[in-house]
C-alpha cells in the first residue's frame, strides 16, 4: 500500500508553530488536528485523555530521536483502527531530543494496543520519505496540506511488511577521529555520557569504535589480566595513575583487537535481534556499502520501538 493512501491530506498538518513553545502545547494542536480530522473523534476517547496518554510516552523518554525528528505516540486499549499525523513545523522547536536539536518533523500515531506493528510500519514508510533530501525540502516549503500530499504520492513510498535497520536506528550523537588521543576519546564520551563512540577517518567512513572498556584495558598493567583478585594489591600505586601515562597517544595507534559490531540498513529486523540477543552485541552501527555511518541501535531501541512502544 502507498504511503499516501494511508496518510491523506487531512492527516498532514503544515505551518505547525515552534519557538519558544512547550512540548505540551505542541502535542495539542498535533492531537487536535488528528482529532478532528479523522474518525479517532468517534473511539470514545476525549482529547484530554489521548493527550495525557501522549505525555505519559514523553515521561518515559523523549520521542525526539534526533535529525529533525520526534514520533510522539501512545498504543490504547480497544482501539478500532490507527491513526497517524505528518506535522511540519518549518521554524524548528525544542522538544528535548536526544541529539539536543530542534524539531521540525513531527511524526503523532495512536494506535491499537494489540496492533502495535502498524506504528512501525508507517512510521518506517515515513522516515523513508523524508530520508531524501529534495521531500525535505518540499515538506518545509509546502504552502498547504495537499501540496505536501502530492510531494508524498510522487515518492511512490509504500508501506512494506519488513521492519529494516534503517526504519529503526536513530541518528549516532557523537564520535571521534582517528587522529584524535586517548584523551580526547575520554572527553568525548564524558561528553556524550556514553560507553561507546564510533571511530570515522579522514573520509568520514566508519572506522571502528572506541568504549570505556578499551581505555581502561589500554590503562591497566598487562598483569592484571590474569588476576582473579586484587586483594592483595590494594596498596598499589592508584588505579588513576595508569591513565596519565602516553594519554596523548592517538588512537589510530591503538589495537583494540576487536571486530566492530556494524549491520547494513537493509538488515530485517530478525537479523537486528540475532545479533543483539544471540550474539549479545549491546548496540549496533548502521553503515552502508561504502562504510558511510548512517545511525546506530541500541538494546533500548528494541525494547522502546519493538517490546514497549511498538
Avoid at 105 to 132: G, T, Y
Avoid at 143 to 166: H, M, R, T, V, Y
Wanted: with cysteine.
Amino acid at each position: 500500500m502507498k504511503l499516501s493512501f494511508m496518510l491523506n491530506e487531512e492527516c498532514i498538518l503544515t505551518g505547525l508553530d515552534g519557538g519558544e513553545r512547550q512540548k505540551k502545547e505542541i502535542l495539542t494542536d498535533l492531537l487536535n488536528a488528528l482529532y478532528d480530522g479523522t474518525e479517532l473523534k468517534n473511539e470514545g476517547l476525549s482529547k484530554d485523555e489521548l493527550l495525557e496518554l501522549v505525555l505519559v510516552r514523553e515521561r518515559e523518554m523523549t520521542t525526539g530521536l534526533g535529525d529533525g525528528l520526534a514520533f510522539p505516540h501512545a498504543r490504547v486499549e480497544n482501539l478500532t483502527n490507527a491513526y497517524t499525523l505528518l506535522g511540519i513545523c518549518p521554524s524548528g522547536t525544542d522538544f528535548q531530543s536526544l541529539d539536543q536539536k530542534p524539531v521540525q518533523f513531527f511524526v503523532l500515531s495512536i494506535v491499537p494496543q494489540d496492533k502495535a506493528n502498524l506504528l512501525l510500519l508507517s512510521r518506517a514508510a515515513i522516515v523513508r520519505f523524508l530520508s531524501v533530501q529534495e521531500n525535505r525540502r518540499a515538506a518545509l516549503a509546502a504552502k498547504d496540506a495537499f501540496e505536501l500530499w502530492q510531494q508524498i504520492d510522487k515518492s511512490g513510498i509504500k508501506i512494506d511488511q519488513n521492519i529494516l535497520a534503517k526504519d529503526i536506528m536513530r541518528p549516532q550523537v557523537g564520535h571521534i577521529t582517528v587522529a584524535a588521543s586517548l584523551k580526547d576519546a575520554a572527553r568525548a564520551l564524558h561528553k556524550y555520557h556514553c560507553d561507546s563512540l564510533p571511530i570515522l577517518d579522514d573520509q568520514d567512513c566508519f572506522a571502528g569504535d572506541i568504549s570505556c572498556y578499551d581505555l581502561f584495558s589500554y590503562g591497566l598493567p598487562d598483569f592484571f589480566g590474569n588476576l582473579h583478585t586484587i586483594s592483595f594489591v590494594r596498596n598499589m600505586d592508584p588505579f588513576e595513575k595508569y591513565f596519565q601515562t602516553d594519554r596523548d597517544i592517538k588512537i589510530s595507534d591503538l589495537n583494540i583487537g576487536r571486530e566492530s559490531p556494524t549491520i547494513s540498513a537493509d538488515s530485517t529486523l530478525m537479523e537486528i535481534v540475532f545479533e543483539i540477543a544471540t550474539r549479545n552485541k549491546h548496540l549496533l552501527y548502521v553503515v552502508d556499502e561504502n562504510k558511510k555511518l548512517l545511525g546506530v541501535i541500541d538494546r533500548f531501541s528494541i525494547v522502546d520501538k519493538i517490546l514497549v512502544s511498538a
